[in-house]
């Protein structure tokens, strides 16, 4: 960082008049001794920081009638105080700001070190030089906090992310919905969290739940993430096609005593055998709406209906027959965790598939035995389909640069709530 120059003239006895260049003048270190951060209750923060040091090195020049001397100096400075009120508030993009509202400083002692021709012409005069530095210190230290303000901190609040590209079909809005709520205790921060189609923005159809946040204290930050969140990505998802999938024999794990194929759905379907015998079939699952996830204290679930149309591959290319129409239903239960700074999850069976037969070209099902087919599937193929998804999850709104640890995950109703330090 560098500091303005300055110059001043003295008449030091038989001498007389002597004018004088301070330039290039760069700080070369600053150490943050003693620094606190409160909060301004409806307003912003305030950082204190005191007690600290700074040493500037540059170039000085002394110039009497034509002669022209000059040399280097070193400058140390002891017990800066700096006191920076901050007012907080939103842009029109949904970004953080932050201006400066209040600025004030003291400094305690200047040491001025001389090298170079002729130094003693300015040690004659060195404490008033001293004084001259601290008094243009004083009124230059505001001014410089203002500039890096606008230089260096709103930049970075900028860094803050407002949307992100998820995947090629959805991304997430991380805009702030309000300015930055701040009371004696807490500085509160409220996100959209909201999940957008890439090619296909719709409106959301239903209203963010209010969340009560508990009284805790124990870290330094705290997330709270609705499920809303999590239900607007589901719709997203299930708009775009995603939910729907084909299960193929392919699909299929190679030791399973069960193959898409109509000879083994015989004691299911026994005319499927006879009208195609010796064919392969395939499963089109696609849920009847988008699944939404509940949060109760402790546990997060959801319950898909799900929709499975059965199709029987006929000897033509491209050419298949439906044969029957199933209705699923379960209850699944959902973990979340987080790594890295995403929110990530996995699914387990809550319950078992419950199996209703919509439509049947084939007359007689065998309901029953059919669910426990179906139930197996999803054991060793659809759950792990979901769960590779779900690990890749999303981030968290973190500005650049910024870890967590400590990490403490809980439950609540209609929300999740993560508990963390910075780094």
């Known amino acids: 960082m560098e500091m303005p120059n300055f110059s001043g003239s003295y008449k030091v006895a038989w001498i007389k008049k002597v004018s004088y260049e301070f330039n290039r003048l760069k700080i070369k270190h600053f150490e943050l001794r003693d620094t606190d951060l409160s909060l301004r209750p409806g307003q912003g923060v305030r950082a204190s920081l005191s007690n600290n040091y700074m040493s500037v090195r540059g170039n000085w020049k002394v110039k009497k009638a034509f002669i022209t001397l000059g040399g280097t100096f070193d400058l140390s400075v002891d017990g800066i105080s700096i006191s920076v009120s901050l007012n907080l508030g939103k842009d029109q993009s949904g970004r953080p700001t932050a201006s400066v509202a209040h600025c004030s400083n003291s400094i305690g002692h200047v040491r001025l070190a001389i090298s170079g021709q002729l130094r003693w012409i300015l040690e004659l005069f060195h404490e008033k030089i001293e004084n001259n530095f601290k008094n243009i210190l004083e009124q230059k230290v505001c001014e410089m906090v203002r500039k890096s303000t606008v230089s260096y901190l709103e930049p970075y609040l900028r860094t803050l992310p407002v949307t992100l590209m998820i995947d090629q079909v959805a991304g997430i809005d991380y805009s702030l919905v309000g300015a930055p709520q701040v009371t004696s205790q807490f500085l509160d921060t409220s996100f959209k969290g909201e999940f957008f189609g890439q090619s296909l923005h719709s409106p959301v159809l239903f209203d963010a739940p209010s969340i009560r946040m508990p009284q805790k204290h124990d870290h330094m930050i705290y997330f709270a993430v609705s499920e809303y969140v999590f239900n ?173 640890n400590s990490l403490e995950l809980q439950i609540h109703k209609n929300f999740l709530l993560l508990g963390a330090d910075i780094d």
């Not at 708009?239 to 299929?252: D, L, P, V, W, Y």
């Not at 029957?324 to 979340?336: C, D, E, G, K, P």
């Open 232 to 404: 607007t990505a589901s719709q997203v998802y299930y708009q775009a096609g995603r939910m729907n999938f084909t299960i193929k024999n392919e699909h299929i794990p190679l030791d399973s005593p069960i193959r898409l194929h109509t000879s083994s759905f015989q004691a299911v379907v026994p005319q499927l055998t006879r009208l195609y015998p010796n064919m392969e079939l395939e499963l089109e699952m696609s849920p009847e709406s988008a699944p939404f996830l509940m949060f109760i204290p402790g546990n997060v679930t959801f319950m898909p209906v799900i929709d499975i149309q059965a199709f029987v591959l006929l000897p033509s290319p491209l050419d298949r027959k439906p044969v029957f129409q199933l209705r699923v239903r379960t209850n699944i239960s959902a973990t979340i965790s987080v790594s890295s700074g995403r929110i990530i999850g996995s699914v387990t069976i809550g319950s078992k598939l419950q199996l209703e037969l919509k439509h049947s070209n084939v007359r007689f099902f065998n309901v029953q035995l059919m669910e426990a087919i179906l139930n197996y599937y999803a054991l060793h193929t659809v759950y792990p389909y979901l769960n590779a998804k779900l690990e890749v999850g999303f981030p968290l709104p973190l500005p650049r640069d910024t870890t967590l």
